[in-house]
């Protein structure tokens, strides 16, 4: 449920209380809370946030957030999006054991080793650190190489800023990157052959049809099926000439009379 609290810039240094948590989603008891969106809010303190232990999917993007702590006994949590605040480090995230996907594109996350506390998070698949879309990212970005060494550091993450890295369809991605690396690359110098050095793609003969090859097995399974027609036919003539032999013998004679006794 979307809170209905105090927006960004209608109120400084936002702390979440539980009377705050039962208002934005309707239950009574905090471990009874599912979801939460607190998205834009103007939090700097997650106070009680933590007492939340049934808690599956959770949403503080566009906060002012520094620190994670009360995020530590959160071990149902599936879903967590952080980005755009102000971290600088994830370890409480380390007790998140259901956590599958994450998001922190858009703080102050300065090199890979920062993730090193996501290393022991078994059911972790999704991970983003920056959207272009959004203009988010994180100072780690700014190395080229620095998905090949969160892949390596975080071996069963499947998707790392919303492109696969393993399983079906990461083949596609790969080869994207390859072709989009190759564009951008520049160009060496350009050599143009003279016309009486230029040569054709392919060879002459190649836009010739193919000439008609004799083929012994269809040669054979012709021959073999007319002399199957050739016996069809002889069959059937000695058939014709058994039913009029036939018919003939059982012909009374002529001027004869034929009489029936019942």
């Known amino acids: 449920m979307e809170p209905h ?3 960004a810039g209608e109120g400084d240094r936002v702390r979440i209380t539980a009377q705050m948590l039962k208002a934005w989603s309707g239950e009574f008891s905090l471990e009874s809370i599912l979801l939460l969106k607190l998205c834009g809010l103007g939090l700097v303190d997650l106070g009680c946030l933590g007492e939340c232990l049934g808690l599956e999917w959770l949403d503080l993007s566009g906060n002012t957030l520094t620190h994670l702590g009360p995020l530590a006994s959160l071990r149902q949590l599936t879903v967590l999006n ?3 605040n102000r971290l600088t480090g994830l370890e409480p995230l380390a007790s998140c054991e259901s956590l599958q996907s994450l998001n922190v594109a858009g703080n102050l996350l300065a090199g890979v080793g920062q993730l090193q506390c996501l290393a022991g998070l078994q059911r972790l698949e999704h ?14 970005c ?45 160009p060496g110098p350009v050599s143009v052959l003279p016309p009486s050095e230029a040569k054709p793609w392919v ?22 099926f007319q002399d199957t027609i050739q016996e ?13 032999q036939a018919e003939e013998a059982l012909r009374p004679a002529s001027g004869g009379t034929t009489s029936f006794v019942f």
């Open 127 to 140: 991970l983003r650190l920056q959207d272009p879309l959004a203009r988010l990212s994180n100072p780690l």
């Open 82 to 84: 952080v980005s755009a």
């Open 142 to 186: 700014n190395s080229p190489s620095y998905r090949a060494a969160v892949g390596e550091l975080l071996p069963g993450l499947k998707v790392i800023d919303g492109e696969r890295v393993s399983g079906q369809g990461s083949e596609f991605y790969q080869l994207c990157r390859d072709l989009d690396k190759s564009l951008h690359q520049s």
């Open 203 to 224: 060879e002459p003969s190649y836009w010739k049809p193919p000439q008609a090859q004799g083929s012994s097995i269809l040669e054979d399974a012709c021959r073999q």
């Open 232 to 244: 069809c036919q002889e069959l059937s003539q000695k058939a014709d000439d058994s039913l009029a």
């Open 5 to 7: 609290g105090e927006r």
